[in-house]
């Protein structure tokens, strides 16, 4: 089994699938490997042609709060954060200048005036079509939380002050409730306590009778940390933090230079050294 971030990993700088990568995992795929999407977004922010792909038939998202049959749309593996938590979450970050996403059931929820302001708390450009375009507006989070029953996959902030980010961490982090991680220079992604893409990985495998030792991990950020020290291989991006490179078993080229796909060569499809 082949678990694959997508921002900073699997999807180029300009958030494409190449050419190159799509054969290279229906290749993977053909071989007898589940090849999955392993990623902090929910699953209807995966792009289509992924939650599309021949053969793909597992998704990890939110972090490994969700993981899913995509096929049949089945919950496989679900780990989720309460309302209590969430509403903790909320109250910390919207004392500072944030874009607050909460996510129920795979979906995502942005406050429409600020998501009219993307550009101001997402740093990357190439972000910007795509988070429009995935999250649904609407005029109050906190109404539209109140009006919902069931627990959330995640609460996610981006922040315009990176000072504030600092501060609002370290806050967020007295609750043991909370699992922080940071797929991006300028955001905070929340989970429920001890969610991490490493267990839902391994419980995935378990699920599908393989070892730990016959998976492999790709990632970029540290939300991808776990899984990558987790998993039997796990590769860091060359375009990697300093801490993912250092608990990696191989780094492979950088996101702009199929690397993914490069490991994928290297490690499933018997290819030697990947370049």
Same mark, same amino acid.
């Given at each position: 089994?082949?678990?694959?971030?997508?921002?900073?990993?699997?999807?180029?700088?300009?958030? !494409? /699938?190449?050419? %190159?990568?799509?054969?290279?995992? +229906?290749?993977?795929? *053909?071989?007898?490997?589940?090849?999955?999407? &392993? =990623?902090?977004?929910?699953?209807?922010?995966?792009?289509? !042609? /992924?939650?599309? %792909?021949?053969?793909?038939?597992? +998704?990890?998202?939110? *972090?490994?709060?969700?993981?899913?049959?995509? &096929? =049949?749309?089945?919950?496989?593996?679900?780990?989720?954060?309460?309302?209590?938590?969430?509403?903790?979450?909320?109250?910390?970050?919207?004392?500072?200048?944030?874009?607050?996403?909460?996510?129920?059931?795979?979906?995502?929820?942005?406050?429409?005036?600020?998501?009219?302001?993307?550009?101001?708390?997402?740093?990357?450009?190439?972000?910007?079509?795509?988070?429009?375009?995935?999250?649904?507006?609407?005029?109050?989070?906190?109404?539209?939380?109140?009006?919902?029953?069931?627990?959330?996959?995640?609460?996610?902030?981006?922040?315009?002050?990176?000072?504030?980010?600092?501060?609002?961490?370290?806050?967020?982090?007295?609750?043991?409730?909370?699992?922080?991680?940071?797929?991006?220079?300028?955001?905070?992604?929340?989970?429920?306590?001890?969610?991490?893409?490493?267990?839902?990985?391994?419980?995935?495998?378990?699920?599908?009778?393989?070892?730990?030792?016959?998976?492999?991990?790709?990632?970029?950020?540290?939300?991808?940390?776990?899984?990558?020290?987790?998993?039997?291989?796990?590769?860091?991006?060359?375009?990697?933090?300093?801490?993912?490179?250092?608990?990696?078993?191989?780094?492979?080229?950088?996101?702009?230079?199929?690397?993914?796909?490069?490991?994928?060569?290297?490690?499933?499809?018997?290819?030697?050294?990947?370049?």
């Amino acid at each position: 089994m082949v678990g694959l971030d997508l921002d900073g990993t699997l999807l180029n700088s300009k958030k !494409e /699938l190449t050419p %190159f990568t799509k054969e290279v995992i +229906a290749k993977a795929i *053909n071989k007898g490997v589940h090849v999955l999407v &392993a =990623t902090g977004r929910p699953f209807t922010g995966v792009p289509l !042609e /992924l939650r599309e %792909f021949p053969g793909m038939r597992y +998704a990890l998202t939110a *972090n490994g709060a969700r993981i899913l049959d995509t &096929a =049949t749309g089945e919950i496989l593996i679900e780990h989720l954060l309460s309302k209590e938590s969430a509403k903790k979450a909320l109250e910390i970050t919207e004392k500072y200048d944030t874009l607050q996403e909460i996510y129920f059931d795979g979906q995502g929820y942005a406050k429409d005036e600020k998501l009219a302001h993307v550009e101001r708390y997402h740093k990357d450009c190439n972000m910007w079509e795509y988070v429009r375009a995935s999250r649904i507006a609407v005029p109050d989070i906190w109404e539209l939380f109140y009006s919902r029953e069931e627990n959330l996959d995640k609460v996610q902030a981006l922040f315009a002050d990176m000072e504030e980010r600092k501060a609002a961490w370290e806050e967020l982090s007295e609750c043991k409730d909370l699992n922080l991680v940071s797929s991006l220079k300028y955001n905070i992604e929340i989970n429920a306590a001890g969610v991490n893409k490493g267990k839902g990985l391994i419980a995935l495998g378990k699920m599908l009778g393989i070892e730990r030792e016959e998976i492999m991990a790709i990632g970029d950020g540290d939300n991808d940390i776990e899984m990558i020290t987790e998993a039997g291989v796990g590769v860091a991006m060359g375009n990697a933090e300093e801490a993912v490179k250092c608990n990696a078993d191989y780094v492979t080229g950088t996101n702009d230079e199929d690397g993914a796909a490069r490991a994928i060569v290297k490690y499933v499809l018997g290819g030697g050294e990947a370049c």
